[in-house]
């Protein structure tokens, strides 16, 4: 139904992309500068107004500090853990940040959530689609990396609901790219996805069956992709640099982006040829360096060799030998590198499939589960997506200690039923937190979120018998149920999420964005409807000049009268709907009157009229007067 | 008899009634279970109840769906492994499996204490001397010298507790047998004692305890050899 679309998102580490299914097939839709991809760069223009996309890459050259890419990697993440990542990306950090709390960054002299930033990101490919499609869009399907833990999942669903996108579903990004692959190849068989983007990696083996994708196993690395590869070549260079002139460039913005840009081309260039130059000019110095594919491939092995232990663990978890994969389907701009190829070949000893474009698959594979969601076509009445859970759900007990109680790669929706009690007399709240991960400790483990089981009606020590319900959705993220089963009391559960967004917070950042993307959308169709009101009204007006009014019956002309009086009326509102009921009745009333200028228009024609004589424009190839106003 | 999870006029996805698993399934609380009747069910099921498959269904019964699933797939993951189910029917049956109990857990973590594990006595002798030559190996690997020969013993030992840990396995599978019996003649109308039916219980427990001490014993060693 066009005004029920779904559309499937791919919101990338590098590039982002929207899709939908058409007809048989998914298909990718572009941005008004016709191309596929949307960088995922956000950056503040002078007027400290958002820019995405391609626009905005040159912002990270001229104006850095108000630019930011890779925001993925800050999904769902607190200060403590992005030590590493801020040796090598330009974040800047607000400076009273918290462990625990989520992270805010500056662009210019604002700052912002990374979910704000992805809601950036994902509005302009909610607008690319609207004007694609010519009608709203507000459901889509997200995808995510698979090994994403919960807090980064219900990041990238705040950043949804922020961009006004109602999020049906997070896929796992390895499984909507077995989705793509399968709707294309429709066999029966084990698959392996080895997908290395621009910041993720993932490895899931998956069993498909009679349109049954389910997945067995899963696993990979949420801190390694492509930029990884950036940052060592960008590295190599700032050494060479301070080497041949004594500067130390590292704190240098502008070069360091520069330098980026110029090795990000130089290793797309070393996929394909045996060799490449590195030539900058830079602030008093010129930068010149040879990279061979061979250095290249030297250099860059620690880094990929850090996919083996997943794809060994994801075997293993499975129970399959690498002989017993049919199929292992490459995804990501990553793995288009020759040694990526040869390592995944040793590994599953089998050529990979390649026929998919690493960089689209997943966004496809978004739109075949988004047809899925709105209740599939003929292409995809029989496929079903059984995923798992990545990580191992556990709750922390006495001595620091995990307790898990939902096991790595448990099919998902999946729950799993714990019994609390109290301590005191009269406790009348219990506390509960929750981790993610494989370690024995607590404090080895991610965590989740604190629940604070409150409401507990009072009685003595020990005899609150509290049924807590943990179910991990179709999404992969926690739910909490609690119920206290002597007095059937729901529980008030307030979650503290670790390194997130409260409800309260994202419906206030909802209402800001919102107000204006859904403004702009409907300011345009005011403006359409109100242009088209003005077209027939201006038409009606010379209608009643003709002699064709006379011929029309009393009863006829007060109808007409009426209801341009309405289209009047209502079009000095907002509501472009009314405008537009307006506009069809006043256009059902006029067909007559229409049909009989027509006609009057050709006999006078006939009679050697001109036609502006005739008071009809230019003439029978002119639009119909009462026609509905051509707008693109 | 199956759980009732769908209305039969209108096939709408009714919500979750308090059901054991093998009563999800349809199936009475016999040990021995074809295994690939279930994946065939499994599938079928999950086919019906999946939220992806009701999206587009009101809140309630969009609820409902995510309930049945999740109900769905951890009864499947329960049932098709032979030791989960085994644990799981006489959880059912009110046995508290000692190493499964929280409560022991809790208590062992905040005394400190290792949790009590009772040693198979036919293993007393052979889990001392293994033990004895890990603290070696252990100490050996500390230093940065490890010997191969001790290497190799307990390499072997390891394998033999694995194959103990197989036809443990297959005890466990006859013992099945004499349960599902006890199922059956109750379900033919003939008289079943608790005490017959604590004997089978009692015997699986014990069996089930044995193998877990020994599955963890070779965790344990597999952790030491690899490091």
Known sequence: MATDRIVGIDLGTTNSLVAFMQGESPVVIPGDDGSNLVPSVVALDSNNQPVVGNAARNSLIDAPERAVYSIKRLMGRGVEDIQEELKFFPFRLAEDLQAGEVLRIKLGDKTFTPPEISALILRQLKRNAERFFGAQVTKAVITVPAYFNDAQRQATKDAGRIAGLEVLRLVNEPTAASLAYGLDKKQNGIVAVYDLGGGTFDISILKLHDGIFEVIATNGDTHLGGDDIDNLLITIALDDLKGDTGFDLRQNAEAIQVIRK??????????????TALDLELPGHRYQRIITREWFEKLIQPIIDRT???CKQALKDAGLKPEQIDEVVLVGGSTRIPKVRTLVKELFHREPHTSLNPDEVVALGAAVQANILGGGSEATENMLL???TPLSL???VAGGVTDKIILRNSTIPASSTQFYTTQVDGQANVAIHVLQGERELAKDCRSLARFDL?????????????EVKFLIDANGILNVSAREQRSGKEAEI?????YGLTDEQVEGMILDSFDSAEEDFRQRQVIEARNEASTILAALDKGKKSPAWGHLTTDEKKKIAKMEKALISVKSEE?????RKAIDALNQGTTRLAELMMDSAVSTALKGKTMDEADMGEGPTAPHPMAKAEFE | MRAVHFCEACGKVQPPAPADYFTFFGLPRKLNLDVAALEKDFYVLSRKLHPDVNARTGGQEQEWSLQQTSLLNDAHRTLKDPIKRTQYLLQLEGVELEEQSKSATEQARSTGQIKKQIVPPDLLEEVFELNMQLEELRAQKKMGEDDPALIEEIGRQKLELEEKQESLLRELRDLWKVWDGLIQRAANGQPVSEEERKQERDKMVD???RRNYIRNLVRDVSEVLEN
Request: hydrophobic share 45%; proline share 10%; charged share 15%.
């Open chain 1, 454 to 466: 409150k409401g507990i009606p009072p009685m003595a020590a020990g005899m609150a018998r509290i």
């Open chain 2, 207 to 209: 069996l089930l305890n």
């Open chain 1, 575 to 579: 509501d472009y709907q009314a405008i």
């Open chain 1, 494 to 498: 307030q979650v503290q999420p670790s």
């Open chain 1, 262 to 275: 110029a090795v990000i081309e130089a290793k797309i260039t070393l996929s394909t040829e045996p060799q």
């Open chain 1, 394 to 396: 556990g709750i922390e």
């Open chain 1, 386 to 388: 059984l995923d798992v």
């Open chain 1, 308 to 310: 083996v232990g997943p």
